[in-house]
């Protein structure tokens, strides 16, 4: 058994590392091969589906698409910018470091990502990334900060030990959330300071006008073969001073139609093949395009496809003008793989507005009043009324679970969100994971797996007593999620500080909220976090720019983690 578990969480370990097939896919294949091997019974496996603190994750996560439609978040970000760059980031990390105390990390980045690209004071590139640690480093400070805490505290009522609240992280999250806000402000000449070269989206554009002789007219855009063009892709036809965008595959291409594509211009000589095609001879007319800019969002079915599989111009009514991974532009855009922070610049139709799919897929980034919000009245009354379910929580006044329960009850009856919104909204990837972690984690603790893991970092660490173990697990947690996800990083590491700890005969408090904090502590590698990954997407950076500034800023909260969680959480 232990072998067969030993070779399954290396598998999982490197495909995590891999990428290249989802975690939530790759956590659900191990569960349901402990199970199908003996190794967990039926109401073992299922229950890990049904643990508390999961139904408490899905919940808040439910909760915080109500709190992002209200108007508060509009007004904050006001505040935030000015012509002093230092008060200005020192705004930003307060601020976006209290809001991520409580709301889910990514929305809120992508809630200031598009004040900050387009503020007229300070260069972007220098807020982005602050940005980005800012949101992780305010979500150590409470239990509900993080599906990482969450994650943790449903190991630990798993293992028999009474549930975290909600404040318990706060002692040290507040220290760590000081400390690099401080670094920031000292070391913020490492961050890059890169001008706004963003190619204007009449540079993505080529346009080419049907001649009168064409053969192409009377055919379709599918059988004229205006489809599958490997680097360009056609997003609207002008025709009689109307625009037809997107542009299905039935459409019949007309004697003058203007077709315009978007992709790499540098492949104009794919058009010139067309007979009766002549190519760039009018300016596209950009007033008749509608312009979105968006992020895929952590939720987004598109992860894992490529844009063809996908089908996506019939799916959100709107063509790709331009992708961008980070600080690559992609030119083949019908073979891209999409995935988490890949940033799309969007032609869309009428219907795009009217789509239901749209908030589930996308971060609406660009400035323009997409989604209906709440008015002033109905945003207090939901501020105020999630405020009060976490204090009332933290007094044990009620469990967080029922208050949730009750709240979102009383959310769906007043119409303030609808039941089809949250069933799009449901955060599928996070429940799949969590739920089939509980199940491995069992696995791990039976086999004895955890437990020689737990030999090992004690003889690697043990001659510095229990504190060197302590500072083992943290290490091995911290670069277990800056290799993989945050979460998988805590589904890994847990057990085995949790079996390091009963081998020692000491308090697991301090080994849980190290496996906690270390799970957080992703700053040096783009690709380790989804805020970074959607930052990038709007200025470009470089690895390399992550790794001078994230490492100043893994080691101040490293530094604070191992010193000051000790004091709070005896040994």
């Given at each position: 058994m232990k072998i067969i578990v030993a070779l399954s969480i290396l598998v999982l370990l490197a495909l995590l590392v891999s990428g290249k097939v989802r975690a939530s896919l790759l956590f659900l294949g191990v569960a349901l091969l402990y199970y199908l091997l003996g190794y967990l019974d039926l109401k073992t496996f299922l229950g890990a589906y049904t643990s508390d603190s999961l139904v408490v994750l899905v919940l808040l996560l439910l909760v915080s698409v109500v709190i992002e439609k209200s108007?508060?978040?509009?007004?904050?970000?006001k505040f935030i910018i000015s012509k002093n760059y230092y008060f200005s980031l020192f705004r930003l990390g307060i601020i976006v470091s209290a809001i991520s105390a409580f709301l889910n990390n990514t929305a809120v980045v992508a809630s200031f990502m598009s004040l900050i690209k387009n503020n007229k004071f300070q260069t972007p590139s220098r807020l982005l990334i602050?940005?980005?640690?800012?949101?992780?480093?305010?979500?150590?400070m409470t239990?509900?900060?993080?599906?990482t805490n969450l994650i943790v505290n449903s190991f630990v009522v798993q293992n028999g030990l009474e549930s975290l609240k909600i404040f318990d992280f706060f002692a040290?999250?507040?220290?760590i959330s000081l400390g690099v806000l401080v670094v920031l402000m000292f070391f913020s000449f490492l961050l890059p300071s890169y001008e706004d070269k963003e190619k204007e989206v009449k540079d993505y554009l080529i346009s080419a006008e049907v001649l009168d002789d064409s053969p192409l007219i009377g055919k379709s855009i599918e059988k004229n073969g205006l489809r599958k063009l490997e680097y360009l892709f056609l997003i609207e036809i002008e025709r009689e001073g109307m625009s037809i965008s997107p542009v299905g595959s039935s459409e019949i291409i007309c004697k003058g139609d203007k077709l315009v594509f978007s992709g790499d211009v540098a492949h104009l000589e794919i058009l010139k093949e067309f007979k009766g095609l002549e190519v760039g001879k009018q300016d596209v007319k950009m007033q008749d395009l509608e312009l979105i800019d968006v992020v895929i969002s952590p939720e987004?079915?598109?992860?894992?496809?490529?844009?063809?599989e996908v089908n996506f111009r019939t799916k959100f009514d709107a063509g790709i003008i331009a992708l961008k991974k980070g600080s690559q532009n992609i030119s083949k855009i019908g073979k891209s793989i999409l995935n988490t922070g890949d940033r799309l610049i969007l032609s869309v139709g009428k219907d795009f507005k009217t789509r239901e799919n749209i908030l589930k897929n996308f971060y609406i980034i660009s400035n323009i009043d997409k989604f209906k919000k709440l008015n002033k009245l109905q945003s207090l009354f939901v501020v105020l009324g999630f405020l009060g379910i976490i204090a009332l929580s933290a007094l044990g006044v009620f469990s967080l679970l029922k208050a949730l329960i009750v709240f979102l009850l009383f959310l769906l009856m007043l119409k303030f969100v609808k039941f089809d919104e949250l069933k799009r909204r449901f955060p599928l990837e996070i429940f799949i994971i969590v739920g089939s972690s509980l199940a491995i984690t069992?696995?791990?603790?039976?086999?004895?797996?955890?437990?020689d893991f737990a030999t090992l970092i004690i003889g690697v660490f043990g001659e510095y007593g229990v504190y060197g173990s302590f500072v083992g697990i943290y290490l091995l947690t911290l670069l277990l999620t800056e290799m993989i996800t945050n979460n998988a990083a805590a589904a890994l590491a847990f057990p085995i500080g949790f079996a390091t700890a009963q081998s020692l005969g000491v308090s697991p408090m301090p080994f849980i909220f190290a496996v906690a904090y270390g799970a957080s502590c992703g700053f040096m590698m783009p690709h380790g976090y989804q805020t970074h990954l959607m930052v990038s997407s709007m200025c470009g950076y470089k690895t390399t720019d992550f790794v001078k500034i994230g490492f100043v800023v893994s080691l101040t909260y490293s530094l604070i983690v191992l010193s000051v969680t000790p004091i709070f959480f005896k040994f």
């Open positions: 108007v508060f978040m509009g007004y904050i970000s602050p940005l980005s640690y800012f949101s992780i480093v305010g979500g150590t239990l509900i900060g993080t599906s040290v999250g507040i220290c987004s079915n598109l992860i894992g496809k490529s844009v063809k069992k696995v791990l603790i039976d086999s004895g797996l955890a437990k």
